[in-house]
């Protein structure tokens, strides 16, 4: 086989071996070389020309690749050119946006645009639509209280050279000289594609004036912890009807508000106004104590718009803002002024009783004080000034005048710095039932204080005023209740033995008359309740008083609503009847049971801010309001 295999290559061999049916071939033991330098099989497995033969074949096809290659960068470069240079460009640069409108505009009044969309391009616009974003202030001509934020039209397609125009209106409000933008899109497509395309551009204007002007007045400089006014005054330039107008106060810390004569609609610094006529005006005084350090400054903002739809505490719409400053300083003179013990600028008490007024004045000055006089100036008719006296200083009745000085007070004469001296004084407010009339409708008190004094000892420098303050006391209402029982008067008929009888029924009739001579009471209403033996008939006059009775727990409530002033003394007293029945138990025999149970009525005085409360004892059978019930008559028989 060795033989065979001569001049066989070496696979070939290898071949025969696999293929042969002879286990000897298979078994043959494979002739191993010594390692050593042998000529490489492929040579004789492989020919070098058949490589170059097929390196010759490939050399079309990288010809043929360059070549396309080549055309394609050609060609797209042919097409970038006729794209963007060539002579059927569509550009946004071609397309104009030109939009005529004045350069500012008066708050509250018509922004008239004229806006052109022209096609400078070589190719047909088609499906133009127009845009308007407006800035916040905008309104519709068609409807003040409308809000516009966007307007958008279609203008259709727009032909090579030509263009398309809109006129729109607007109602612009905001700040004086505040600038507005408004932006405009062009929205387009263009023939053959799908894409969508924009042009934008923003027309500017500057409102020249506000639709409402508003001025704040107040002073400057201030004592600390001393009560001050601002006098806000709201004006419209506005050629129509501005609705819903809104006024808001921004307070700093430091500021407690006491009172304005336009009540708030919100919290204490919000008021609704409402429709605003053209050339129409509103004033506002706002009150409060400021409190704060020497030298700080307080910033008071007030703003008038119209107000934001889902937040009425806030102004959607701005038309006009006005901050002040307000500066805090150590007075020269500190003043301690209490009414009955309350410090406050604004007092309530009731008229008929002995009001005591105490004052202590400090040198806060790092020299002395000359001839410290305080002055109190007294205004209101309701003040008795028969029942006032001072102690420490005089009152001079025909000037209304309570003076301290270094006559009635020596040692007022010099005050050394930090020195300290007081003085006090007592009277009656007349009591507004014996004196009611529309004279002490809304009945106050006021106090002037000043205090003024020299800062040198000459009697030729002139005097100086160190400190001044207001304070108010106001009167309450003397709101009051009759509350009676009757048998033989009255608007129904009662049954029943008088003396009442155990185990039989008599009836009685309860009157409850209210009076309210001086301010308006608010929610006032009487309540009272029967004893659990008593029953409620049903019966009540004028049957048209809102008067109710709860059988579960026998409470019985009168509901007045509002009481005017003079009700009872200018006007009618308000009253109402009604019917209780008892039949008394043998238990009670010998006594007077009570029929009806103690009364109380409330209600809060508009004027000073007080609640009012006045109670009625119980009525029993032993009534001494009904003449004709014999004495005795209440007793309980058998």
Known sequence: MEESNKGKGRIEQIKDKLYSKGIDSINTPIRRHSVGVEKPISSTAWDDSDLKKESSRDFPFMKVFLITLIFFLVASSFAFYKFFFGTNVISGDNINVVVQGPVSVGGGENLSLLIDVINNNTTLLESVNLHIEYPDGVRSPDNISTEVKRY???????AVGKKASQTVNSLVFGEENSKKDIKITVEYRIPGSSGIFYKEKTFSFLISSSPVNITVVNSS?????????????IKSNSLSVIKNLTLKAEYPFGFDYKSSDITPSIDNNIWNLGDFEPGATKDIKVSGLIMGQDGEEKVFKFSVGIADKLDNRSIATNFASFATSLFLRKSFVGLAFSIDGDINKTVAISSGENVKGNIIWTNNLPDTIYDLETIISIKGNILDKSSLSVNGG?????????IFNKETQPSLSSLLPGASGDGSFNFFAFSTMSKAGSSFSNPEIVFNISIQGRRTDSAS???????SETKTVKIISNLALLSRGYYFVGPFQNIGPIPPRAEKETTYTITWTATNPTNNVTNAKVSSSLPPYMKWTGKINPINEDISYDSINNQITWNLGTIQAGVGTTLPAKEVSFQVSLTPSLSQVGSSPDILNSAIITGTDSFTGTTITETKQVINT??????????KGGVVGN
């Open 152 to 158: 958008d039209v279609a203008l259709g397609d727009i």
């Open 221 to 233: 400089e201030i004592n600390a912890n001393q009560n001050t006014d601002f006098n806000i005054k």
């Open 394 to 402: 005089i009152y001079k009745s025909l000037e209304n005048q309570i």
């Open 461 to 467: 420098t002139q005097k100086e005023v160190f400190y």
């Open 622 to 631: 032993n009534i001494k309001t009904d003449p004709n019930i014999p004495d």
